[in-house]
């Protein structure tokens, strides 16, 4: 199956800073990646998503951004402001409808 | 801005007894999911459901396991006889369509057998 990993696992930035989260996956055939921030006690929230046949994709201060070649895809938070701390999940879709999460990373912003 | 629910939101019971976790998905969303996170752990996928019937499951998804719709609204997950190791966070998710569609997450489950 699926085998998602995600680096670092915790990461710490000034208020304003920009914060990059990486992940690898292994299925060479995954076709989907989104991004989910959980706060404590509350539900993941899918935050941006890219699908295979895209490299790059911007909402305002959130971008990811897939290297299908290397397997890897990663988030980039600019400007970050305290309400950006949080867990981070990313993930992969394969199979027929099914997401590998990789274990999370923590986001600490420094005010 | 419709949105998954489960209930209970907390569960605790004690080992070898069955529990039924429920969720409530998006009206209009037809493929169903259960995923539990062990504390301090990945998010791992159980099973998928659609057509009022289990679409994928993972090797965790073993017998003690099982999945129903047993109306228009609610999916259920049930535990037959709990083990320690099942206590977890359980989420329930749902999707207009499978494979690359978003999937919306319910706010969990947590159940603590004792």
């Known amino acids: 199956g699926e085998n998602v990993e995600q680096h670092p696992s915790t990461l710490s930035v000034q208020e304003g800073d920009s914060a990059v989260i990486k992940c690898t996956y292994s299925d060479s055939a995954s076709n989907y990646f989104p991004w989910y921030k959980q706060e404590l006690g509350k539900r993941p929230q899918l935050i941006i998503d890219i699908r295979s046949n895209v490299g790059e994709k911007k909402d305002q201060r959130i971008a990811v951004t897939l290297n299908k070649t290397a397997k890897h895809f990663s988030l980039h938070i600019t400007e970050t402001q305290p309400e950006d701390s949080a867990v981070y999940f990313c993930?992969?879709?394969?199979?027929?409808?099914?997401?590998?999460f990789g274990k999370g990373n923590q986001v600490v912003v420094i005010p | 801005e419709p949105e998954v629910t489960q209930t209970p939101s907390h569960q605790v019971t004690q080992m070898g007894q069955e529990v039924i976790l429920r969720c409530v998905p998006i009206s209009n969303h037809l493929y169903f999911y259960w995923y539990r996170q062990i504390l301090g752990q990945k998010v791992e996928f159980l099973v998928s459901f659609y057509n009022n019937e289990i679409s994928e499951k993972s090797e965790i998804f073993d017998d003690q396991f099982s999945v129903e719709r047993p109306d228009g609204s609610n999916f259920t997950l049930k535990i037959r006889s709990t083990k320690l190791e099942d206590s977890a966070m359980y989420f329930c998710?749902?999707?207009?369509?499978?494979?690359?569609?978003?999937?919306?997450f319910g706010p969990g489950t947590r159940l603590t057998v004792l």
């Open positions: 998710a749902s999707s207009e369509i499978p494979s690359t569609d978003t999937q919306y």
């Open positions: 993930a992969a879709g394969y199979g027929n409808n099914r997401l590998a």
